[in-house]
C-alpha cells in the first residue's frame, strides 16, 4: 500500500522532460497546478515519462484520476477537509500524502489516512512571510506519528539545517529547479 515512500519531493506545474531527466532518480515528481484545468494529456505524459525512468508520479488534489491512470498516489493540499479520501488508500502500491501548516491540520490529514505529511512553509518563500523555523517545525513534527517532510523556502543556503529537524526527507520546487542532487541528505 505505501512501501518504499520517496525522501525527495519536486512539486511542478507544468513538464520540463530534460528538468526533470537531469534530477537524481531518488526524487518524485508531484503535479500541482491550480490556475489551469487539469490536462489528462500532460498528465499522462508525466506517468509515462516517470514510469519509464523509475520515478514515483503523485497528482494533487484528484484521487479518480490519480487512481484512474495508476499513478504512485495522491498529493492533499492542506485546503483539502475532505475526510472520504483515505477509502481508496487500500488500493495496492497506492499512496497518500499531504500538507498541514497546523496542528489542526495535521490531525485532519492523519484522518484522511496520508502516509507522509508535509510540514510548510520552513523557511521564508517569496509567496509567505510567515513559516516555522526548525523550532516550531520540529514542535508540529512531534505532533504526530506520520513521516513528516520539510517543505517551503529550502535552498542551497539553508539546507544544512535540514539535518537538525526530525524528517523523513524534504520536498521543494525552487531548490530543484537550481539543484538535482540530494546526496548530503542521506537517509
Avoid: W
Wanted: proline letters at 2%; charged letters at 25%; glycine letters at 4%.
Amino acid at each position: 500500500m505505501h512501501n518504499n515512500l520517496p525522501n525527495y519531493f519536486f512539486f511542478i506545474n507544468s513538464f520540463n522532460e530534460e528538468h526533470i531527466r537531469k534530477l537524481d532518480k531518488k526524487i518524485a515528481i508531484i503535479y500541482r497546478n491550480y490556475s489551469t484545468k487539469v490536462d489528462i494529456k500532460i498528465i499522462k505524459q508525466i506517468r509515462n515519462f516517470c514510469h519509464k525512468n523509475k520515478r514515483k508520479f503523485f497528482l494533487s488534489n484528484n484521487i479518480n484520476l490519480a487512481i484512474n491512470l495508476n499513478l504512485n498516489g495522491l498529493y492533499l493540499p492542506s485546503f483539502n477537509h475532505k475526510l472520504n479520501v483515505n477509502k481508496f488508500s487500500t488500493k495496492k502500491n497506492f499512496s497518500i500524502i499531504g500538507s498541514a501548516h497546523t496542528v489542526k491540520e495535521i490531525k485532519i490529514k492523519e484522518k484522511q489516512g496520508v502516509q507522509l505529511i508535509f510540514l510548510a512553509p520552513l523557511f521564508k518563500t517569496t509567496k509567505n512571510n510567515k513559516f516555522l523555523n526548525t523550532t516550531k517545525f520540529n514542535f508540529l513534527a512531534s505532533k504526530t506519528n506520520k513521516k513528516v517532510v520539510a517543505l517551503g523556502g529550502i535552498n542551497s543556503k539553508n539546507i544544512k539545517r535540514l539535518k537538525i529537524l526530525k524528517i523523513h526527507g524534504f520536498a521543494g520546487i525552487t531548490y530543484f529547479e537550481n539543484n538535482g542532487k540530494v546526496n548530503f541528505f542521506k537517509k
